[in-house]
């Protein structure tokens, strides 16, 4: 793990920077003490980085729980009692791993997951605008449409105009400059440019901003339009910062209620998240789903412990992750201590961080996800891609994450009954091996999504040294997803010596170069196979 420390640790910086607006401004949108987030941030980077499987997922205090929490909070009667709920939730969050009921998030469509990545690409852009132009009405990690001021998404993006700090304006598209000249000019000249990250050196000018222009009037950058971190006067008011469950509520039904939705609620996300995240990881890993609610109620119970909020994996801090060059959880670890020492040694010089600046981070991050060449990639799919696409993009840009997606899995059902026949089975394996390790893989007339995860397993079970024959002869439907599960898998074959024949109706192919490029190549009259 420590031989790509050059890649992790300035992965760990820009994350480190992402999570920490967001870790304060959902703790302030949950109603809950602002050092709950950052503890929730700092055990979601050590433990539960350490724990899980995944090597560039980053867990944290996720804003899709927010509304729950702060409903909880109330109806429980204090944040005290609320800590028992977290702490539960954790726990039914093991016995979700212990169940290996972790299998549910390989049966949300590539599609799908895919329109939510690029929905909070957009919803971030959307979010960031006003912070950008010193703006800041909302927390940072808002991602609900409705905002709890009153306002709307796009109502915020109308009030600018009215609000601007020029401050503020100044030193975000400062920062913007320095790190698309990092991105796309800098970092291809020389090594000091890809260990020394852009939003880093964004941050440092931000607070060199701040300390000059302290007394230039219209120039400088008030308290509320930077980073606002606790300070505590000494040690015995830093440790007063913690909070502890009041167990003596554990036999209140409400508690148990608010837990299990919680550990419901965080698990759908941590698996959604799971899955986008390998999705986008450009070395292809998979991450084992049952270990990683194991990881996730762990990190739920110890946050619950000492006061944090409930824990999730989260998508923006975890492409931000994938985009800075991390390769494995060691930039996930990192980046929670760089939480835990900066809180606790320079709280004062963090509150000198332009909110502004942290927006344009953000911003670079939110455009990554959401690039416009990936509408024209998914509507040349066909309606049966295109449809649940938009429909969890327009779904979560106009109510929120869990909407969106459980709109575009409706729709996605829809689709496949629309198009899939009945099936007895769908997959049938023949070892044909006679001491060779021969596998042939005969896929039945339908295949859908459905099916994506029982064909996942099978090709992860394949031993070094196969020879794997594929066979299409019979089918007449295969989903893009299992496609796409195909086109993965060349990438291990090489890995673990694996031959792939493919059989199907237009010829025999000895270890394809691209699964889709072989099915977009097809001839009209095989366009069932898609």
């Given at each position: ?7 992790d640790l300035p ?261 959604l998240c799971v ?46 992750n994938i985009q ?207």
């Amino acid at each position: 793990m420590f031989k790509t420390l050059r890649s992790d640790l300035p992965a760990s910086i820009v994350v480190f920077f992402v999570a920490l607006p967001l870790c304060l401004g959902i703790a302030l949108a949950s109603g809950a003490p602002l050092f709950s987030g950052l503890i929730a941030g700092i055990v979601g980077g050590i433990v539960v980085g350490s724990l899980s499987g995944s090597k560039i997922g980053v867990s944290g205090p996720a804003a899709g729980l927010a509304a729950i929490v702060l409903t909880a909070i109330g109806t429980l009667g204090g944040y005290e009692n609320f800590l028992v709920a977290v702490v539960i939730a954790g726990i039914i969050q093991i016995v979700f791993g212990i169940l290996k009921a972790g299998v549910i998030g390989y049966y949300f469509p590539s599609s799908v997951i895919k329109g939510m990545l690029t929905g909070i690409g957009i919803i971030i852009i959307l979010k960031q605008i006003p912070h950008f132009f010193g703006y800041d009405s909302e927390p940072e990690g808002a991602d609900s449409f409705m905002e709890a001021s009153g306002e709307n998404t796009f109502s915020a993006i109308l009030h600018i105009i009215d609000n601007i700090t020029i401050g503020s304006m100044i030193i975000g598209f400062i920062g913007l400059g320095i790190i698309l000249l990092w991105d796309k000019v800098l970092s291809k000249k020389a090594k000091f440019f890809q260990v020394i990250q852009g939003p880093l050196v964004a941050v440092v000018v931000g607070i060199i901003y701040v300390i000059i222009t302290s007394d230039s009037g219209s120039l400088s950058i008030l308290n509320k339009h930077l980073v606002s971190v606790p300070i505590p006067e000494d040690t015995t008011s830093f440790f007063n910062q913690f909070s502890f469950p009041n167990f003596s509520a554990i036999t209140n039904t409400e508690v148990w209620v608010v837990a299990f939705t919680m550990a419901l609620v965080a698990s759908l996300e941590t698996l959604l998240c799971v899955e986008a995240t390998d999705k986008i990881d450009p070395n292809k890993n998979v991450t084992p789903t049952n270990r990683e609610l194991l990881a996730q109620g762990t990190g739920n119970i110890i946050s619950g412990l000492i006061g944090g909020l409930p824990i999730t994996q989260v998508i923006v801090r975890s492409s931000a992750n994938i985009q800075s060059g991390g390769r494995t959880k060691l930039s996930t670890i990192i980046h929670g201590f760089l939480l835990l020492i900066s809180v606790i040694l320079i709280p004062r010089l963090l509150n000198l961080i332009p909110l502004s600046v942290l927006a344009a981070i953000l911003l670079v991050v939110g455009y990554k996800l959401a690039k416009p060449g990936l509408f024209k990639t998914m509507y040349a799919l066909g309606w049966k891609q295109w449809l649940p696409f938009i429909t969890t993009v327009v779904g979560i840009v106009f109510t929120d994450l869990l909407i969106g997606i459980s709109l575009g899995l409706l729709v996605g059902i829809v689709v496949v009954l629309l198009k899939s026949y009945q099936n007895s089975h769908f997959l049938h394996i023949e070892d044909k091996s006679n001491g060779k390790h021969k596998i042939k893989m005969t896929l039945a007339e339908e295949v859908t999504f459905f099916n994506k995860g029982a064909i996942l397993k099978e090709l992860d079970s394949l031993p070094r040294d196969t020879y794997l024959e594929i066979n299409l002869i019979k089918t007449r439907y295969l989903d893009n997803d299992v496609i796409e599960i195909l086109e993965d898998f060349l990438y291990k074959a090489k890995e673990r010596n694996i031959d792939i024949k493919l059989v199907s109706k237009r010829g025999i192919v000895e270890n394809p170069a691209s699964f889709i490029h072989f099915f977009n190549e097809r001839p009209k009259s095989d366009l069932s196979l898609s």
